[in-house]
């Protein structure tokens, strides 16, 4: 079975300043991650996946995220905050289950840039 | 290229009513699913759909009834809306599983109901 968990329901960080948004996952299989950013009443949109090629992954808006499995961790980051980053977040699992693929979220981490 | 898309975006429901809320998608994708946004508890599995007339249950199906006619639509039907079902029902797909297993879920805009 495969679960996440976020365990940071909320994140306030100044403008400029580095954002960490933590996730832990649990999977049976090697596991698909991803992660996911929602903007107030807005659908969800992708920031970045984990796809086993290399453990620092690159997503949009100069988000990354590093699959560390020995901790079972898949942390976003990003150097320096934006406002427009103002958001939730969601980490996502993905595996193999009788040859179907679902996507377990997390519980989500809501996101304040501060000025 | 519209992706993904979900009819109605917002409705109203008194309770013991019905609805059905319709998932097209233009990619020819085979995996269909639907989930229920509620504060807190991130987004979960309602029900899912692997190809066209084929339908299985989630993480919450209860209250819910899904048909996948044709592959291109998943529809979400309540026969009888209760207040508890309040929530942003999002519709998702993705292409064939079996090497693709890195791919991702592409999602709608999200349907806002409320049950009163």
């Known amino acids: 079975a495969q679960s996440v968990t976020q365990l940071d329901s909320h994140v306030s960080v100044s403008e400029g300043t580095p954002v960490l948004l933590r996730c832990n996952y649990s999977?049976?299989?090697?596991?698909?991650l991803f992660w996911y950013v929602q903007h107030p009443n807005k659908g969800l949109q992708l920031l970045l996946k984990?796809?086993?090629?290399?453990?620092l992954v690159k997503g949009i808006n100069g988000f990354e995220a590093e699959f560390k499995k020995s901790e079972t961790s898949f942390h976003l980051t990003k150097p320096s905050a934006h406002m427009s980053d103002a958001a939730e977040y969601f980490c996502?699992?993905?595996?193999?289950?009788?040859?179907?693929?679902?996507?377990?979220f997390g519980t989500g981490t809501r996101l304040k840039v501060l000025a | 290229n519209a992706g993904v898309t979900q009819t109605p975006k917002f409705r109203v429901l008194k309770t013991g009513q019905s609805m059905t809320l319709l998932c097209a998608q233009d990619m020819n994708h085979e995996y269909m699913y639907w989930y229920r946004q509620d504060p807190g508890m991130g987004l979960r599995l309602i029900h899912y759909?692997?190809?066209?007339?084929?339908?299985a249950k989630g993480e919450v199906p209860d209250g819910y009834n899904v048909s996948r006619l044709k592959k291109q639509n998943f529809l979400l039907g309540l026969e009888s809306a209760a207040p508890s079902q309040t929530s942003v029902y999002f519709c998702?797909?993705?292409?064939?599983?079996?090497?693709?297993?890195?791919?991702?879920?592409?999602f709608g805009q999200g349907t806002r109901l409320t049950v009163v």
């Open positions: 999977s049976s299989y090697s596991p698909s």
């Open positions: 998702a797909s993705r292409p064939t599983g079996g090497g693709s297993m890195n791919t991702e879920a592409f």
């Open positions: 996502v699992v993905s595996a193999p289950t009788s040859g179907t693929y679902k996507y377990i």
């Open positions: 984990y796809t086993s090629a290399a453990t």
């Open positions: 759909s692997v190809g066209e007339g084929t339908t």
